[in-house]
């Protein structure tokens, strides 16, 4: 690997730090299709031993499979795929109306096997790196979504322990400012309507969709719908429409 040319700012303890993304270019990648630009960030965990594992497999064509940056436990950040180009991280899935999301984003692995924590280190390179894809591609706090949200009949990462509610503290993400109204009727027709304006596929069966939007909003809470997720569900659907136009441009 070498050293790329965009060191991450780090500001904290005493003075400025940078850290380097290393470059490790795989030849899983291509142009995206019809000159569509990326308009959302898919992070996932990568779910092997380690760093170097993961990215061994998305450098090696015989796997087929990218993504633009990988972020070690350690906080070290690998660069595999220009940004310009279409890496191949999400597969088959939807995200606001749009279904070839590969050609419509960048993709973001995290060294994580999906059973514990995300360490501190790695998520303060995520914190460092995301404010500049964003800036770079016009992306808002909408568009970083979960593998899990735009595939949720094949994939739950970056799963439960994920801090979704942090990443939004620091406009990196998305979460909902409702409290449940006692008032608010339990209907799964709006809630699916908020969720479908929000930006989840509208070929989703009531328990996956359920299951996938508190996967990301209210990990390890079981059960039948209830008044707190019609709440979170609504206020999402009001403040985040996305705008399935362009999507499907």
């Known amino acids: 690997m070498r050293l790329g040319s965009g060191p991450l700012p780090d500001r904290g303890g005493s003075g400025l730090r940078v850290t380097p993304i290393l470059w490790r270019p795989s030849p899983n990648c291509g142009a995206r299709r019809g000159g569509v630009l990326p308009d959302m960030i898919v992070l996932h965990y990568t779910a092997m031993a380690n760093c170097e594992a993961a990215a061994d497999r998305l450098c090696d064509p015989a796997f087929e499979v990218s993504a633009h940056y990988l972020i070690g436990a350690d906080g070290a950040v690998i660069q595999m795929v220009d940004e310009a180009l279409r890496a191949w991280h999400a597969g088959a899935g939807q995200w606001a109306g749009a279904g070839d999301v590969n050609s419509r984003s960048i993709g973001i692995e995290l060294d994580n096997d999906g059973r514990g924590p995300f360490p501190a280190a790695q998520m303060r390179a995520l914190h460092r790196l995301l404010p500049g894809i964003m800036r770079r591609w016009a992306i808002g706090p909408d568009g970083i979504i979960g593998h899990s949200d735009m595939a949720p009949d094949r994939k739950s990462d970056p799963g439960p322990l994920f801090d979704w509610q942090g990443l939004a ?81």
């Open 169 to 249: 503290r620091l406009g990196l993400s998305v979460w909902p400012e409702a409290t449940p109204a006692p008032a608010l009727p339990v209907d799964g027709a709006v809630f699916r309507a908020a969720l479908e304006r929000f930006g989840y596929g509208p070929d989703l069966d009531d328990d996956l969709l359920l299951r996938a939007f508190r996967l990301r909003f209210r990990a390890g809470v079981d059960g039948p719908l209830d008044p707190v997720d019609m709440a979170m569900a609504t206020d999402l659907g009001r403040r985040f429409v996305v705008d399935r136009a362009a999507a499907g441009a």
